[in-house]
């Protein structure tokens, strides 16, 4: 008759380290998806949507409801050949690399455009105008509407901000 100690067969112990390894190795490989995962992320590019609305603030038509604008518009007056809108948002905040998928919505009617240094687009009045911008490099980017009457006034910032390196 054979005996069989506690510690068992050389067989046994041998499929003891063989579940051992196996565990060890499945709880590793966890791991790396996991960190892999994590880098993916934090490392990867993001589209990103924005709409922007052109808004007017101090324009002709606005003179039945404001008196005063009557003089402004008037020749010599503060507004001379000027009319006041804005880009609503005017501050626009993103990612490096981040792909902008731009909407720019003109309900009046007056043409507008948005000019960045690497980008025009002509926004047509009562339309809406779709564009595409990668954010390229950090840095704060100025962006006006380029139309003479429409300077210095209707501006805006695009704020790209630095993406850190991740180290895995
Ligand atoms: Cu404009």
Known sequence: MR?????????????????????VC???????????????RDTAT???????????????????????LTSDFSKG??????????FMPSTITVMERDTLNLTFINPE???HSFVLED??????????????????RAGIFDFVCDIPAHLPMMRGQLVVLRRERVTP
């Open 3 to 23: 005996k069989f100690s506690d510690a068992g067969t050389p067989m046994d112990r041998s499929t003891r380290c063989l579940c051992c390894t196996i565990i």
């Open 119 to 136: 980008l025009s687009v002509a926004i047509p009045a009562q339309a809406v105008t779709h564009a595409t911008y990668v954010a390229r």
């Open 109 to 111: 009617d007056d043409p």
């Open 26 to 40: 499945a709880t590793a490989v966890t791991a790396c998806r996991t960190t892999t995962h994590d880098s993916g």
């Open 46 to 68: 993001h589209k990103r949507e924005v709409v922007i609305t052109m808004v007017p603030l101090l324009t002709k038509e606005l003179a039945k409801t404001y008196p005063f």
């Open 77 to 86: 007056g503060v507004l001379d050949g000027k009319e006041i809108y804005e």
